[in-house]
């Protein structure tokens, strides 16, 4: 069974640059078709694409988030890393890592509600 | 256009019929997906490249597309139906990925 678990900091600070790992199992990240996404969901509204790395290390990163976002992956400790620089109270939200299956996502994990405020 | 375009809110009598939508240019060359979420929930898939459904949701849950509009359709609506629902897609150039706006569905 597939699951993946969101962890890092919840209180960050305007600029400071937050780093969340997503720890899954029941997949390989090494695997052809396979990828994990960071989908991220301000407090009542919608939810918002992120990023995504592949199984080969093909990146892609939201136009809106663009220059702040770089996004990695250790296949053998499966595990993927997401950094956001230069945090502002606007990225205030619930962090989720999905597995993606060529065309979806069909796992998530539960989230991480990271808060920024000074 | 990176737009996939959703009603805001919907109701639908218990055991009733309900058909949301997702439009956007995106639609006519890439599948939508759709999820579910529930309040302080994870998002949960409930249909897959326009109209697979996942193991353990219930056939309820059906959808389709025409053009640029993808549906999903809740036949004879229950009460644990109550939620947003998000359509999801690639964008039109492929390369990223791209939420709707979510709807929410009131049973009454």
């Known amino acids: 069974q597939i699951a993946l678990k969101e962890s890092g900091p919840t209180l960050m600070r305007p600029t400071q640059t937050l780093t969340m790992t997503c720890i899954f199992s029941?997949?390989?990240?090494?695997?052809?078709?396979?990828?994990v996404g960071w989908i991220r969901q301000p407090p009542g509204k919608a939810l918002e694409w992120v990023a995504l790395i592949y199984w080969d290390d093909d990146t892609r990163y939201s136009p809106s988030l663009t220059g702040r976002l770089t996004i990695t992956k250790d296949s053998s400790k499966n595990h993927v890393v997401l950094t956001i620089t230069d945090m502002d109270p606007v990225d205030t939200a619930t962090y989720y890592c999905a597995h993606l299956t060529r065309t979806y996502f069909d796992f998530w994990g539960q989230g991480l509600f990271v808060t920024v405020s000074s | 256009s990176s737009e996939l375009i959703q009603g805001p809110a919907v109701s639908v009598a218990l055991g009733q019929t309900v058909t949301l939508t997702c439009q956007g240019h995106?639609?006519?060359?890439?599948?939508a997906n759709w999820y579910q979420q529930k309040p302080g929930q994870a998002p949960v898939l409930v249909i897959y490249?326009?109209?697979n459904r996942p193991a353990g949701i219930p056939d309820r849950f059906s959808g389709s597309a025409s053009g640029y509009t993808a549906s999903l359709t809740i036949t004879g609506a229950q009460a644990d139906d109550e939620a947003d629902y998000y359509c999801n897609s690639r964008e039109s150039g492929g390369y990223h990925w791209v939420f709707g706006g979510g709807t929410k569905v009131t049973v009454l």
């Open positions: 490249r326009t109209n």
């Open positions: 995106s639609l006519r060359s890439y599948p």
């Open positions: 029941g997949f390989s990240l090494s695997i052809s078709g396979e990828g």
